[in-house]
């Protein structure tokens, strides 16, 4: 089995009945943070599926760590998976049942219960931990699944949705775990439709849309191979009028809005007015405070990639 902590799919397509989950999709995950971003339908669940061993492609080859996961549970042991849905013994205490999940992966009962305490601690669930997970809100519920994945300390993790019902303290402190595994060499694998989340954590992300691989890379790597579409750049002047009668002949630039700080300007041709901006600080009275693109967020790619 491959030592590093790695998921491919290679070519992966999974059918329900004549609907198509996934259409020959070809990805890696490798160690780090990578988001997984599509709206819903996008074929998320699927793949996350194929990778954690419930489905198996149709066509095409899912690897974990080298292995094929479907009906391998010693493949899957060095998966922690946090699910979006909760599942849990409502009579039982968090950490009882965290020991008993880990027990299931070989672990001695000593060893699982002391594993599962170091895990509620970590996911920040110290001092509730003999409390029954039915009384725990949303957020608390989403930091028990990820002592659950975290317990038997996998070597690729899948967090399905996983900020959901968490407060901005919650937020924090389970994106600094992501991070920490991160920093470990795990391989981190973040699901999620909430864009500002992914753009926090992850420095690579993969979006998916209708079953297949729209683009992958960092938001401005992919923004960069968005050339053809406008993009807004903002610049902040204190004589808006004058700067926007200076640019509107410029090679690109299709759209010119004043604001009570400068000026919004949209452009297909941004390096052309990058310049020209330039050259009107140097060469005339104008002053501009700050040029600032607006749509290399992810939010913007995504909505570029989708309509």
């Known amino acids: 089995m491959s030592d590093v902590p790695s998921i491919e799919l290679q070519a992966v397509s999974r059918w329900y009945g004549e609907v198509l989950g996934l259409n020959e999709v070809s990805v890696q995950f490798g160690p780090g943070v990578t988001g997984l971003l599509g709206p819903n339908g996008a074929g998320k669940s699927t793949m996350l599926k194929i990778i954690c061993g419930m489905l198996k492609p149709d066509l095409g080859t899912a690897l974990v760590c080298g292995r094929k996961p479907f009906n391998r549970p010693r493949v899957m042991r060095r998966v922690g998976l946090c699910p979006e849905q909760d599942a849990f013994y409502p009579k039982a205490s968090a950490w009882r049942v965290v020991a008993y999940l880990t027990q299931l992966h070989g672990f001695t009962k000593a060893e699982a219960r002391t594993r599962a305490r170091q895990a509620l601690e970590r996911a920040g669930l110290g001092e509730v931990l003999d409390r029954s997970v039915a009384g725990f809100s949303k957020g608390m519920r989403q930091r028990f699944k990820l002592a659950q994945a975290l317990a038997h300390d996998p070597d690729v993790y899948v967090l399905d949705e996983p900020l959901n019902g968490l407060d901005p303290s919650g937020r924090a402190q389970y994106g600094a775990v992501i991070e920490e595994l991160a920093d470990e060499g795990c391989c981190v694998l973040v699901s999620s439709h909430i864009l500002h989340e992914v753009d926090a954590l992850a420095r690579r992300i993969v979006v998916l849309h209708a079953g297949r691989v729209l683009a992958e890379g ?85 909505r570029y990639l989708t309509q």
């Open 218 to 302: 960092s938001a401005r790597e992919i923004r960069e191979d968005l050339a053809h579409f406008p993009l807004q750049v903002r610049v902040t002047t204190p004589e808006p009028a004058r700067l926007a009668s200076a640019l509107a002949d410029v090679d690109g630039v299709t759209q010119l809005d004043l604001t009570p700080s400068g000026l919004v300007v949209l452009t297909s041709e941004a390096a052309l007015l990058l310049d020209r901006v330039a050259a009107l600080t140097a060469e005339t009275d104008i002053a501009v405070d700050a040029v600032v693109p607006l749509d290399e967020d992810l939010e913007s790619v995504f």
